[in-house]
């Protein structure tokens, strides 16, 4: 009786050791401009790549979505990563190349990524290829730099974790809902350890777009790893795609792809269940993931936690420049952003767009799509037309202002409401306020100027 | 790097939960060469003011000898990025001592030297009582999973992995290159079974 876990686990345990860590095989390794500390430990041992052809690089962290790269150091940092691919023999996608966009957006997009591969690369959003039942996780610099010099990493394998999530999300709510739930009743922390299995019917029921989406935010509560097993919207959404396999090698992977999922009677370490009805579209008013709650709630207010959480929330809500006891759907907002590696992909977009559509944002905002590809793919449906129509600003694809790396960014005290993955202080800029939410609920707060409960401006809509 | 398997130092309180990789480093940092050193730019934004005025009274700004952190639930939480950690160490911290940490952090700070101490809430809670704002003499032994202040031990948390890692100093790269047959033969192996495993000529741009 194995999980997905163990089964995945299994097929790339290279040996034991007595300390109780597994070499594992390294199937896929993604690297970026941020992986350049790793390269240089790989240049100070005089060490080769070991797999060049298992090893992708591609230009996100800094990548300028406007025009040319914002400062010297910036340029340098995109140079270097692309003077590192050409030293080594890796195949890199540069900023010119059509196949760029952000590392969790391009893996599956291009078939790198698929059932039944570990995949590492430096970078805690790795998490996202699980949606696929791939051992996806994120790795530092220095096991960076050993998988580049043996393509294999030591682990030690994690507990299991199955979130199941019966029932159906309704109307207006999605992946990154259902996401910011679990987080909001488990904790940031609340995962630490443990590999998460998402199953139930609201699970199955989810695009991969939804289905990366919620394993890409499995590190926000605290997992390294999330995984869904692979079914026919798996198969369907790989099959054409370049790298991954075609014609009978297709079919043959697809029935070992089937074998991919927990045994009936699979033991998790730990089991918890939601019911997806009673998600509701969410928000986060702090400045940690787990400071999650339904639009329709109000600011928490200190005087009702204990003392601990007290301190916590009252300096919470003086970074956020919030009252106690507010309606969540009082707050105004300055500004807007759709985009990164969790929700920048062609369903958050025409999630988005099916707000918008005849409709003007009463704030500023930038969209950047998550990969060149969805990029000409939006621009082929229209849906750059509804973005600029409503005001906001259609750019380029990269990381762009989810981690403020490439010169977009939220000016101090600015209030953001952003499709991204992390509220921490000063993550989209020193002192700005950002505020986590679904692509239509930022679109809908965008035409509103302040958090707003999307479900009734669907109405008459497809929510796409 | 070198092992360590005692430390005594000067250990100091940071009491702030969920203090994340964002905090602990800035993004806009992180381009810099390690070879500059990234000390100064450890938890940079909660230190100082919006023009890098320093704020006197925050702990390391209090305590710049400090070289064992006390921190709350959730220390490291967040990014991948190595750079929170080095940040730490060359500022010259060489333990945290937390009830939990972030996963790939702990990783991190393992490969670089750092110790991750995991301790129960409560006896993360007799230390900040006893330490507080001030700076205290603590001892830190890693084989016998103790840390010593005043006349009060306390234990941690470390799997045998890791604290081999630490005492060691040992660099992983050199203990995988004595496996090298044994990855060479499941690399045969895998390529064998399941050929698609290795992508597929590139047929787009």
Redesign the interface.
């Known amino acids: 009786m194995n999980t997905l876990l163990d089964k995945l686990w299994n097929a790339h345990e ?2 034991t ?1 007595e ?3 597994s ?1 594992l ?1 390294v ?1 896929r390794h993604l690297v970026h401009e ?1 992986s ?2 790793a390269f ?1 430990k790989l240049a100070a ?1 005089g ?1 080769r790549v070991a797999e060049p ?2 090893t992708i690089g591609v230009v996100d962290h ?1 990548a300028p979505t406007r025009g040319s790269a914002a400062t010297p ?2 340029a ?2 995109i140079q270097t990563l692309e003077d590192n691919a050409a030293a080594y023999g890796l ?1 890199c996608f540069g900023l010119k ?3 760029q966009g952000i590392v969790h957006v391009i893996g599956p997009e ?1 078939g ?1 990524t ?1 059932p ?2 570990l995949i590492n690369c ?3 959003h ?1 998490s996202t290829h699980g949606a696929f039942g791939a051992l996806a996780f ?6 960076v ?2 998988v580049l ?4 990493i ?1 682990q ?1 394998k ?1 507990k299991s974790l199955r979130i199941n999530v019966t029932g159906q999300l309704g109307p207006g709510v999605g992946a990154k809902d259902l996401a910011l739930a679990w987080i909001a009743k488990l ?3 609340g995962a ?2 443990h590999a998460v299995e998402y199953s139930g019917d609201a699970v199955r029921a989810l695009s991969m777009e939804g289905r990366m989406t919620l394993c890409n935010l499995s ?1 926000e509560g ?3 790893f999330g995984m869904i097993a692979p079914d026919e919207t798996t198969f369907d959404y790989i099959s054409g795609r ?5 014609g009978p ?2 079919d ?2 697809v029935d ?1 792809w089937q074998t991919l999922s927990s045994d009936h009677h699979a033991e998790f370490d730990r089991d918890v269940t939601l019911d997806a009805a009673e998600i509701a579209p969410i928000v986060t008013w702090g ?2 993931p787990e400071d999650a709650l339904p639009v329709t709630a109000s600011v928490p207010s200190p005087s009702d936690a204990s003392k601990d959480d007290a301190e ?1 929330i009252t300096a919470t809500l003086d970074y956020m420049g919030l009252t106690p006891g507010k309606a969540l759907t009082d707050v105004e907002i300055d500004q807007v952003f759709i985009g990164s590696c969790t929700n920048a992909r062609i369903e958050d977009l025409r999630a988005a767009a099916a707000v918008l559509a005849g409709r003007r944002s009463k704030v500023p905002g930038l969209v950047s799509p998550g990969s060149q590809q969805i990029k000409s793919q939006a621009e082929a449906e229209g849906l750059d037309r509804i973005f600029t129509d409503a005001g906001l600003d259609w750019v380029g694809a990269g990381c762009s202002m989810c ?3 490439n010169g977009d960014s939220v000016a ?1 005290g600015k209030r953001c409401a952003s499709t991204t993955n ?1 509220n ?4 989209q800029g ?2 700005a306020r950002t505020h986590l939410m679904s692509p239509a609920m930022v679109a809908a707060a965008a035409v509103t100027g302040h958090l707003t409960d999307v479900r009734p401006m669907l109405e008459g809509r497809s929510a796409a | 790097m070198s092992g360590w398997k005692t430390h005594l130092g000067k250990a100091i309180c940071l009491d702030i939960e969920n203090v994340d990789t964002d905090q602990l480093i800035p993004a806009r940092f992180m381009s810099t060469p390690r070879a500059e050193g990234y000390g100064s730019f450890l938890l940079h934004d909660m230190r100082s003011d919006s023009s890098g005025v320093p704020f006197s009274d925050f702990p390391i700004n209090k305590h710049p000898n400090a070289s064992i952190l006390i921190g709350r639930r959730n220390f490291g939480s967040g990014s991948s990025r190595e750079a929170a950690v080095y940040a730490l160490v060359d500022f010259g911290i060489r333990a945290i001592v937390a009830p939990s940490f972030g996963d790939i952090f702990a990783s991190n700070s393992v490969n670089n030297g750092l110790l991750p101490a995991l301790v129960s809430e409560e006896d993360a809670t007799r230390l900040f009582a006893l330490i507080d704002d001030d700076e205290v003499d603590l001892s830190i032994d890693i084989e016998k999973r103790k840390i010593t202040v005043g006349d009060q031990s306390i234990p941690f948390i470390l799997s045998e992995a890791w604290a081999q890692k630490l005492i060691n100093g040992w660099d992983d790269i050199d203990l995988t290159e004595h496996h090298r047959p044994a990855i060479a033969a499941y690399r045969a192996r895998r390529a064998q079974t399941l050929p698609w495993v290795f992508p597929a000529e590139e047929t787009a741009g």
Do not use: C
């Not at chain 1, 994120?138 to 096991?143: H, K, L, P, Q």
């Not at chain 1, 921490?424 to 993550?427: D, E, L, M, V």
């Open positions: 290279i040996l050791n300390d109780g860590r070499l095989w199937d941020g350049h500390h240089a041992r060490a052809g298992l800094y150091a910036i340098r940092m195949t190349d059509p196949r291009q790198l698929l039944g591969l430096g970078d805690s790795t994120g790795i530092g610099a220095t096991e730099a050993h010099a043996t393509q294999t030591w030690t994690p904790g940031t922390g630490q350890g590190i605290g997992a390294r370049p790298y991954a396999p075609s090698a297709f043959k992977a070992y400045t940690s916590r981690v403020a790396m101090p992390r921490f202080r000063g993550r020193r002192g």
